[in-house]
């Protein structure tokens, strides 16, 4: 993969490898943008550009080979899901001693390293800003230069702190980026000391195009249904499940059409009671819910008259027929009663009769 296979965000993507051909590539750096924007394949991309052994141009701008010994080991670093469970199960057999000093990095080279938010806070901690602390000042072994990539912008109060004294004063050597879904989450000390690019979310076609290239198994109706629900990024239009989507939805619609209809409530019932207890069934009412909201975010678009909002593309006559029947009021409670069964969940309330619940108190 080189920059020909990055989608979108051309102008900011070139603007990048100038700085590099230029020499004048800033050792900090916030790549802003939506989750699935590409703001990690982007950063390791870079981080290959300046440590290929054998780089390439395109287009005039500076390329890698994606061969070479640090392109590859770089690149193993791009399934960062899989890279980030592997480093959390051999944490997890670990003795209990080096458990609690063991946080989790992702360094599948040896100058380049990965900071995920650790879990189970899901913050970035002041032991791995340490980490990084402690290796910056070293001169690269097998690269030209350091890369170290912290994937999320949610820092305990403390690594914050860690960090801004990194971004000081860092090596001519180094290179720190700040991968944020949302920059303003970051201390205004960092911000200061940084470059903040942002990836704009892609317009639907773009994204539909590219889908009928690596999702050629998916008919156009579906394209443009993913495009949709991916919300113009790329890495979320490419990993979404649809089947599971689709079979959340069929239950969202049945949860909503039998509150605004007042149906016959046998199917409601015989629906809610697969959603169970454990793991499992906290996945299967997680996506049932987000499917319920964005639902309830077509059929607001609908009633403010913005139909070419509605993202469910595909079952636009089943909204519109809903969205009669119900008006503004109603959805403000819907959305409100969503947020009930979702602290109910965290409750462990028993999930079958929180979903009755939400549709019984919204009839009509
Ligand atoms: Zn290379």
Redesign the pocket.
């Known amino acids: 993969m080189a920059f020909s296979e990055f989608q979108g965000n051309v102008d900011t993507v070139n603007r990048l490898r100038e700085m590099l051909a230029r020499d004048r590539f800033p050792h900090a750096m916030i790549l802003a943008g939506p989750l699935g924007a590409g703001k990690y394949t982007l950063a390791l991309m870079l981080a290959?550009t300046m440590n290929?052994?054998?780089?390439k141009e395109s287009d005039g701008l500076p390329d890698?080979?994606?061969?070479?010994e640090?392109?590859r080991r770089i690149g193993q670093a791009e399934d960062l899901d899989a890279r980030f469970a592997e480093a959390v199960e051999a944490r997890e057999g670990m003795r209990d001693t080096d458990k609690r000093e063991t946080r989790i990095l992702v360094q599948t080279h040896p100058d380049v390293m990965v900071v995920p938010p650790d879990p189970p806070q899901m913050l970035v901690k002041v032991d791995q800003v340490r980490q990084v602390i402690q290796t910056v000042r070293y001169k690269p072994q097998e690269a030209r230069r350091r890369v170290f990539i912290f994937t999320d912008s949610a820092f305990m109060k403390e690594a914050a702190n860690a960090l801004l004294k990194v971004l000081e004063e860092p090596p001519d050597f180094a290179n720190i980026f700040l991968l944020a879904r949302n920059p303003g989450e970051l201390l205004p000390t960092i911000r200061s000391r940084c470059i903040t690019l942002t990836l704009s979310p892609l317009p639907a076609p773009e994204i539909e195009r590219y889908l009928a290239k690596s999702r050629p198994e998916w008919n156009e109706r579906q394209r443009q249904l993913v495009a949709r629900l991916s919300g113009g990024a790329v890495g979320r239009a490419r990993t979404l499940n649809l089947e599971e989507y689709m079979t959340a939805r069929k239950d969202a619609l049945l949860l909503l059409s039998t509150a605004v209809r007042s149906a016959e409530h046998s199917d409601l019932f015989h629906t809610t009671e697969t959603y169970r207890a454990g793991g499992e069934g906290k996945e299967k009412t997680d996506r049932l819910l987000a499917a319920v909201y964005g639902l309830l975010k077509d059929l607001m678009a609908l009633i403010s008259g913005a139909p070419e909002l509605v993202r469910n593309t595909d079952i636009t006559a089943e909204l519109k027929s809903l969205a009669a029947a119900v008006d503004f009021n109603w959805i403000a409670q819907a959305t409100q009663q969503l947020g009930h069964v979702q602290s109910g969940m965290r409750r462990n309330v028993l999930r079958p009769l929180s979903l009755d619940a939400f549709a019984l108190a919204l009839e009509r």
């Open positions: 290959r290929c052994l054998d780089p890698y080979c994606g061969r070479c640090n392109c």
